[in-house]
């Protein structure tokens, strides 16, 4: 947890502090998935301790080269209103 990772080294404060002001985070997963099933059932639920679901959005490329992202939804609702209003 947080609290642990800032006790066993005095640098994780510094890249605690960057991963809580960043917008989005990249992943680096050891899971392969097969095919289309896999990579969601990973993404959706893959090892919880590299995922900042905190974040707008967390990109997650596995190490055989797929990808996944879990995105917070509420940040595309709005994103066309503009657009409309443009139109």
């Not at 994780?12 to 896999?38: F, S």
């Not at 990973?42 to 967390?58: F, H, I, Q, Y």
Request: glycine share 4%; aromatic share 10%.
């Amino acid at each position: 947890n947080r609290e642990w990772l800032l006790k066993i080294h005095p640098e994780n404060a510094l890249h605690m502090e960057t991963i809580e002001k960043a917008l989005t985070v990249v992943t680096l997963d050891d899971a392969e998935p097969a095919d289309i099933t896999g990579v969601c059932r990973e993404t959706l639920t893959g090892d919880p301790n590299n995922r900042w679901v905190d974040k707008s959005t967390v990109n997650i490329v596995y190490s055989n080269g797929t990808f996944g992202q879990i995105s917070d939804v509420r940040i595309f609702l709005f994103l066309d209103f503009p657009l409309f209003r443009l139109l």
